[in-house]
């Protein structure tokens, strides 16, 4: 069963993400529901592994209606929303709980040569996320 995903996020969703200010993370297309943690992987200039979050459930509706659940923990506009969403009839959000930040942020090459970053996920194994 597959559990993790690894996940690319912009330098500044992901700040939000570990400062707490973020606490759900938008996607077009939704993970399986059997995924319980994701890698975050902050993308240029950073490129790097830089935490762990559990995933505490996902939501999948109309995108109105998924701001209307997130919006107060979305760390991001309405504008960028929409403007995410535009001409899309469902929007996932994946809700962040415990969040662990890497001591030292990680290259994908560090991790496993497989890896590479995601376009929208890519699956881990327990292994290699237990050595993060």
Excluded: C
């Excluded at 570990?18 to 759900?24: C, F």
């Excluded at 993970?31 to 505490?56: F, L, Q, S």
């Excluded at 998924?66 to 994946?94: P, V």
């Amino acid at each position: 069963m597959k559990t993790n995903i690894l996940i690319s996020i912009h330098p500044q969703h992901v700040a939000k993400i570990l400062s707490g200010e973020k606490r759900s993370e938008f996607r077009k297309k939704a993970p399986p529901e059997t995924v319980k943690k994701m890698v975050i992987y902050a993308t240029a200039p950073i490129m790097k592994v830089v935490a762990v979050a559990e995933i505490n459930r996902k939501l999948s509706a109309k995108p109105e209606s998924i701001w209307r659940k997130t919006r107060h923990a979305s760390g991001i506009t309405k504008q960028y929303f929409n403007a995410y969403f535009e001409e899309r009839d469902i929007a996932h959000a994946l809700e962040i709980g415990e969040v662990t930040q890497l001591d030292s942020p990680l290259a994908l090459s560090d991790i496993s040569l497989e890896l590479f970053p995601p376009q929208s996920y890519a699956f881990m194994d327990d292994s290699l996320v237990n050595k993060l």
